[in-house]
């Protein structure tokens, strides 16, 4: 986390397709679930996922009942702007789950310092 704040990341927030009882759970289970940072918040409906427009749309996990879920995508915003933009998919991998590495931390560090040391003012 200190890497995070180090370049200027003030909150890290953690949705998904899924109700508050769920990713109150997850918070827990991640012992999150009282840290000023880290925020996890729901999108029972997808109507985040759907505006973002990164619904999985993809047969694969359709066919096997995962409707609504959302492609695994990390955003770098400042002050409402998305400023690097990161999703994990490919053609045999559409959800991103076997290879995450755009969006893990260290690649959002990278693209985050890439943007400079005034990239909050922009």
């Known amino acids: 986390m200190d890497d ?3 370049v200027g990341v003030d909150e890290l927030i953690i949705f998904c397709a899924n109700d508050g009882a769920v990713m109150d759970a997850w918070a827990k289970d991640q ?6 940072f880290i925020k996890f918040m729901a999108d029972p409906t997808g109507a985040f996922i759907k505006s973002l427009d990164i619904e999985l749309n993809h047969p694969g996990p359709q066919g096997k009942g995962l409707y609504g879920r959302g492609k695994r995508t990390a ?8 400023k690097v933009v990161r ?7 559409p959800a991103g789950d076997d290879f ?11 693209a985050i310092s890439a943007l400079g040391p005034h990239s909050s003012d922009l």
Not at 75 to 82: D, E, H, K, S, T
Not at 87 to 93: R, S, Y
Request: net charge negative; proline share 3%; hydrophobic share 45%.
């Open 87 to 93: 999703v994990a998919e490919k053609i045999d991998d």
């Open 4 to 6: 995070l704040k180090a």
């Open 100 to 110: 995450p590495d755009v969006t893990l931390a260290e690649a959002m560090i990278e």
């Open 75 to 82: 955003i770098y915003f400042v002050n409402g702007i998305a």
């Open 31 to 36: 012992d999150c679930e009282n840290h000023d």
